[in-house]
């Protein structure tokens, strides 16, 4: 029977017994199974009759009505009716809460939403859900790739840039005898500078392969309405773009070259104080 707390809880499919305090203050809820449909075979739909043991699990949720709880759910594990099923036996689940999941949907689901939606990063929704950053991370995924159309919308302004994201990995390759790269700390985006979408790709890799790569994965209607292309002085992206985009426009980042510039008039005229950041004493340096 569905009672008030079953409806304040809000898991379909899922009965509230009982609620308990333990010795934090921390609600317990006790759970049982309400949806006939749980005792469904998952792999042939055919209802079971005959039950296997009892088991018990305890899924993280959302916080409700501002509280943390524990849930604590009894549920069955049956015996399939088909004989020739390969799943010879099932436990119950519930859409909420699948099998062997360790958290129920909507938990990740409103991690997710937080990193796509909120703006928050990673590791402050992990912190604010207590769960993970790779749990995280994965829920952010599912999250955008629900949201996101398969290609983005054709570009006429492409920008690339480089940033770097974590340590570098490294692998001992006995074939070669020589140490390999299995995570690079460079990786480079897309972006769309001309219209609305943003970020439209982040690559692994700082490399004329990773940029080309991603480039020549879009469909050639897509790279032929590529006007112009913003970059920085990297001779990485020149040449990939030369490769994969001949007929765009390779625009350089007002940043850059007046960066450049300074440096060099500061290195002309023997500039006794630099500017910070200005990397003119170090040319002197090596000049010297």
Not at 29 to 52: F, I, W
Not at 115 to 138: E, K, L, M
Request: net charge positive.
């Amino acid at each position: 029977m569905v009672n008030d707390t079953t409806r304040l809880l809000g898991l379909d499919g899922l009965v509230a017994e009982r609620v308990e305090l333990d010795a934090a203050g921390v609600p317990v809820v006790d759970l049982s199974t309400g949806c006939e449909q749980a005792r469904c075979c998952p792999q042939c739909g055919q209802r079971a009759a005959r039950m296997k043991q009892w088991t018990m699990t305890r899924p993280r949720d959302l916080p409700v009505g501002g509280r943390p709880v524990k849930l604590r759910w009894r549920k069955r594990r049956w015996y399939c009716p088909t004989p020739g099923c390969p799943r010879k036996s099932f436990t119950e689940q519930v859409a909420q809460v699948p099998a062997r999941a360790r958290l129920t949907s909507r938990l990740r689901q409103a991690a997710g939403a937080a990193v796509a939606d909120a703006g928050r990063t990673i590791v402050q929704a992990a912190r604010d859900h207590g769960i993970s950053w790779p749990v995280v991370a994965a829920a952010f995924t599912a999250h955008a790739s629900a949201v996101l159309p398969d290609e983005p919308e054709p570009v006429a302004v492409l920008g690339i840039d480089e940033v770097r994201r974590g340590k570098p990995h490294w692998i001992w390759d006995e074939q070669a005898g020589s140490w390999a790269t299995t995570a690079d700390r460079w990786h480079v985006g897309f972006c769309d500078l001309s219209g609305g979408q943003g970020l439209l790709a982040q690559v692994e890799g700082r490399t004329t392969a990773a940029v080309t790569g991603w480039l020549t994965a879009r469909p050639q209607a897509w790279r032929e309405q590529v006007h112009a292309v913003a970059i920085d002085m990297c001779s990485v992206f020149k040449s990939a773009i030369r490769q994969v985009l001949p007929h765009a426009v390779l625009v350089v980042d007002h940043f850059h070259v007046v960066q450049v510039r300074r440096e060099a008039l500061c290195f002309r005229e023997g500039c006794k104080d630099p500017p910070p950041g200005c990397r003119s004493s170090s040319v002197k340096l090596a000049a010297a």
